[in-house]
């Protein structure tokens, strides 16, 4: 009797050490953040604090993975995400072209459905911009004087959620831009040379000539720091009340306790001095807006999105 309950207990026992090296906790391997952009800007710089403070936290290397697209948009990073298995080990850091419009262009990998949010961390500083001796401080002074005069605006793309705004808000407006064009670059020598009238740009690109222009508009979700007497783009017409933000995303077939674990190092991330420094010193919006709220900002987002193209039609 007593040789069969030590046998059953040894082999419980080893049963139990069987379970736990096949459900190994996440994570014991490196783990990737997949930027689909360049090094550089604000989601890279803030994604890899992300990745430098989960591998501090779990003792795994976690890096990010800058893979840009060309011509039609940063698409193969993100369908690497998308076709990579679920199990957090592979996580996209998307602006909001990717879950809203990326697949309403024929790609079925970027539907909505294949991903889910884990959070919205950014909030990129977009401005609507002109030279402080323009005859006009708003957006509604701005459509008072295109009626009689051509308004030329400068932007990134006209695919851009910010640029999509500022066309619209100009519909809504009753005025028409006398010309549009994209730039490489948009800052302080585009306004003072006269290359544009009006630029709809990143506040950081016009911080140093910040006392040489005024800010129309900003296009976020709510008033930037550095330039707080600029309505949003909301505050101006409520039916255009969308920014450019970027987020984490995983497959959607992701575990759950995999994400609470991703999420707890994001939260912890985006609260800190050095991340929230990079909002004082640029304008941008860095917080956390969780899962389920994200979800919602998405649905949103689309409603508006197609709203807007309504207009632009």
Known sequence: MKLN?????????AMATMGGMAAAEYPEKPVSFVVPFPPGDLEDVLTRMIAEDFQNEYGVSAAVVNKPGGGGGPFPGAIEVANAPADGYTIGSFVIGLPVVGHQLGIDDLTPAQFDPLGIFLTYPFVIATSADAPYSTMDELAAHAQENDVALGHFGDPLTPTQVTKALAVNKGFEWGSDAAFDALDCNTLASGDADVIN???????????????????????????????????????????LWNGLFVHKDTPQDVREKIIAVAQETVKSERAQNV???????????????????????????????GLLE
Not at 5 to 11: D, K, R
Not at 215 to 231: G, H
Not at 279 to 301: C, F, H, M, P
């Open 5 to 13: 309950t030590l046998l059953g207990g040894a082999l419980s026992a």
């Open 201 to 243: 740009t990143t506040l950081q690109l016009v911080l140093p000539c910040l006392d040489d222009i005024k800010v129309l508009v900003s296009i976020t979700d709510e008033r930037i720091n550095l330039v707080p007497d600029a309505p949003t783009a909301g505050e101006v017409d409520p039916t255009l009340d969308i920014a």
């Open 279 to 309: 909002a004082k010193e640029t304008g941008a919006l860095v917080y956390w807006q969780d899962a389920e709220e994200s979800a919602a900002r998405i649905a949103s987002n689309i409603e508006t999105v197609t709203r807007i193209e």
